[in-house]
């Protein structure tokens, strides 16, 4: 599905943070956003999921203005793995990747044969399977993140956010994550946007770039518009290298 | 750690013992047998057989009765509504007195009867609803004095409630010391003694006890989702705003219920949630009904044990929950290795 992203001003008051962001993303594309500390991703994942006090714009999934939708609505078209991933210790991780089915579910929680099977699937894509009958407060940070990932595969959704998920993963997981996120973008037609610290592995899985500096764009495009050494360099205020590997595909950013 | 049906139906079958219990303790004992042939025989509207029977039935059903049933209904819309708070606020310190909805509600129901309403064909309408309105008003006030821009610091809640059960207690005690004809009658009242007998109160506390509880029973789900902070809650489908204010409607209804039409009653509503929360975890679907259970059985036997300590004085049920709440709480904390909020 089609995300039209035309954003204005957007923060948590008057005084917006982020502004003039404007970019489309077709149906399976992965936008990886890059950008120093305090550029303004986070911000910008939650004027997408609307969750900002104060957002001025255009938001639109395939024609759907959401800013006209339901909460319960636009929870079908838009998942969010969110950065800080606090968890309520005292649920099992079963029950709270179930919980991505709140859209679908009535006023009690009462799960379908078809929630059941979403959940069991989002729980095989993410590797929790293995301690779905836990604890969540019993969890590494890590494992607390795969499951927040699984609910927010079980929400079903064309159109998923992901702020900093790999923050907490080791090498392994990072890249079964990130290539799981890949794979689901290819097959599922599903548009991914990952605001990612880690240059490499954003070069590696993203199809387009979204570079960010003091809460504005500075660069989208592809690989060739942004991912450019003095382009770089400026952004992050630090001198780059940017090398092709000699395997062929990837990009390795080294700072200089 | 999450056992629910088994847990219930025993919460249910101490329930009727503790009922048998109340109803039978006094006075003049009456067996659980008698009881129960005293109470089909009403039901059914048959003659009592001997004066024995006769005594029986009205000291069980003009006063042990609907008293018992006053307990229930308070012990089981304490629980509730602080287990709601709890929940609602991500506070295990949450309890309808901490964030102020009791002095509140104690402040409405005070102003309400020193202005004389009871005296009026609507007095068991009036009292609570004025309770309600204080209630309401107390916990708005908290809650935007605790704020710190979107998110709701504990600290800042603790505080707040604090200060402003302070200030609502206060006026209490200058409407109290003001009221000359209504003075006894409302000091008892806040004592937390359930002076107000007969079936009158029972239907009063009624309807905004079972609208309360109900309401939060329907929005339990909701309460689940919400644990995971507003943000997460609102990109998982749900309207906060609207979730919250309806559940801390719902739950100060029942507050002001259980307030109203018997006093300030302390600690129901922090430790039931908490023993039911080691028992059947988090989910508030299964958490909030045993909860209301456990709240009545609780209320009920701690008026058994007021009725009883002092006799022929009865003590105020206030006074016993606290005594027993506080060192069974602290027992339960001290035994728990787990990490539950």
Known sequence: MQLRVSIDRAGYDQSATISDIHFNLQEGQLLAVIGPNGSGKTTLIRAISQVLPYIQGQLFINGTDLFQTSEN?????????????????????????????????????????????????AM???????FKDQLCGELSAGERQRVILARALAQNTPVLLMDEPTSHLDLRYQIEFLELTKTLSLNDGKTVLVAMHDLNLAARFGDVFLAMKNGTTDAFGSAQDVLLPEKLSEIYGLAVRVIKLPDGGSTAVIPQ | MRKFTRPLLLCFAVLVIAVFLSIGVG??????????????????????????????????????????????MTGAALAGSGCAYQGLFRNPLADPYLIGAASGAGLGAIISLTLGWPASAFSYLTVPLTAFLC??????????????????????????????????TALTSFLLINASGELRRALVWLLGGSTMAGWKPVLGQLPFALIGLLGLLT??????????????????????????????????????AAVAFTGVIG????IIPHIFRRITGGDMRRLLPISMVGGAVFLVLADVIARILVAPQELPVGIITSLCGAPFFLFILRRSKEKDW
């Open chain 1, 73 to 121: 609505s636009r929870a079908r078209l838009i998942a969010v793995v969110p950065q800080s991933t606090y968890v309520p210790p005292s649920f099992l991780v079963r029950e709270v990747v179930l919980m991505g089915r709140t859209p679908y579910m009535n006023w009690n929680g009462k799960a379908s044969g078809e929630d059941e099977i979403f959940v069991r699937e």
């Open chain 1, 124 to 130: 095989e894509q993410t590797d929790v399977e293995k």
């Open chain 2, 27 to 72: 006075s003049v004992a009456i067996p659980p047998k008698e009881a129960l042939e005293v109470l089909l025989n009403t039901m059914e509207d048959t003659a009592p057989a001997s004066d024995s029977t006769r005594t029986y039935q009205t000291i069980l059903l003009t006063l042990r009765l609907p008293r018992t049933i006053l307990m229930m």
């Open chain 2, 135 to 168: 209630a309401l008003l107390t916990v708005f006030l908290v809650f935007q004095l605790a704020k710190v821009r979107k998110s709701l610091p504990v600290t800042n809640l603790i505080l707040a409630g604090v200060a402003v059960s302070s200030f609502a």
């Open chain 2, 219 to 256: 929005f339990a789900y909701q309460l689940n989702v919400l644990q995971f902070g507003d943000e997460q809650a609102r990109q998982l489908g749900i309207n906060v705003n609207r979730a919250r204010t309806k559940i801390v409607i719902f739950a100060t209804l029942s507050t002001a």
């Open chain 2, 267 to 270: 600690f129901v509503g922090l």
